[in-house]
């Protein structure tokens, strides 16, 4: 029998996959020695078990030690196989040099993670330069999509939905989303200027005005690219659009700043939010169930 061991912050999203699944969920005993030292302990004998730990990494130094102390603690007691269940991945944006004397913390992080765990499962990677996870990570890795989801949440939830994606690297997956909802789509045309400014551009609108804008997109952190497109409808005299995204970070201002362009925001719950209204345990618990690993013949690539 599985045991599901959730990191601190994330007992909700265990006790939805140990109930998708029919599996047992224990919270870890974890706390601080006065001088910031963690401390853990597990709850429950191991041996001989698999055990899955669920932690969402959208803030990940702080929660990456005790993960690690746990991962460690399940293998050296006898798990069968340690597993992360990280329903958000960090460490993906920085994926090359951009400048002499940068850490490429992306390809650090996957080998301080692949010497803690026995596989890695995750939704949506936010991968640019790297075709899969398999490339930088040296342990198993299975990588689940939520697209359907989205979708299906569209479908049942905004009437005439016209989806739109941000850039031109979500054309394949808004239009993916758009044909499982059975709606159109376009995609706008992206330049990044900094961290926080970006500049958009869209087709002719006028076709569409009877519709429901729907903004999806695998990410919102500074949130200023769905802001950007938001007032580019705004301009075409579209109605305010709703904002459909699978992992809602929303750093800083980003929510408050997002909230007077969009008509509604919903998330999945890979990083939990009042946003989240679509829920990712069941796609996990099937992974699980049916042992789902990505394609091994790039593992241990470039990078590794």
């Known amino acids: 029998m599985r045991l599901i061991l959730p990191l601190p912050g994330h007992e909700a999203f265990a006790a939805r996959l140990a109930e998708a699944g029919g599996w047992s969920s224990v919270a870890p005993e974890v706390r601080r020695f006065p001088d910031g030292e963690s401390y ?3 709850p429950e004998e191991v041996r001989g078990r ?14 990456f030690l005790p993960l690690a102390f ?4 399940a293998r050296e007691l006898g798990a069968s196989e340690v597993t992360l269940v990280a329903p958000y991945l960090a ?33 949506d990677p936010h991968l640019h330069r790297y075709p899969a996870l398999a490339r930088i990570y040296r342990v198993p890795t299975a990588t689940l999509h939520a697209a359907p989801l989205l979708a299906q949440w569209i479908a049942g939830h905004v009437a005439a939905p016209l989806v739109i994606g941000p850039d031109e690297e979500s054309a394949q997956w808004a239009g993916a989303i758009a044909a499982a909802a059975g709606a159109p789509h376009v995609v706008a045309r992206k330049q ?10 869209l087709p002719d609108l006028s ?17 200023r690219t769905l802001i950007a497109v938001a007032r580019q409808l705004q301009q075409q005299g579209l109605a305010r659009p709703d904002c459909v995204v699978v992992h809602g970070l929303f750093a800083d201002d980003a929510l408050a700043a997002l909230q007077p362009f969009v008509r509604q925001i919903v998330s999945t719950d890979s990083v939990a939010h009042p946003s989240n209204r679509i829920g ?21 690539g470039e990078g590794a």
């Open 70 to 73: 746990a991962a460690d603690a």
């Open 40 to 42: 853990l302990r597990l």
């Open 207 to 223: 076709p569409w005005r009877g519709r429901q804008p729907v903004l999806v997109d695998d990410i919102a952190s500074s949130g």
């Open 50 to 63: 698999p055990v899955d730990l669920v932690c969402s990494l959208a803030r990940p130094d702080a929660q």
């Open 280 to 300: 990712l345990a069941p796609l996990f618990a099937d992974a699980l169930t049916r042992d789902l690993r990505d394609p091994v013949e790039t593992a241990c």
């Open 91 to 123: 460490y993906l944006r920085q994926d090359t040099r951009f400048r002499p004397g940068e850490a490429v913390s992306s390809r650090s992080f996957a080998r301080l993670l692949s010497s803690c765990v026995d596989r890695v499962l995750t939704v």
């Open 192 to 201: 990044r200027r900094g961290d926080r400014e970006v500049e958009v551009a």
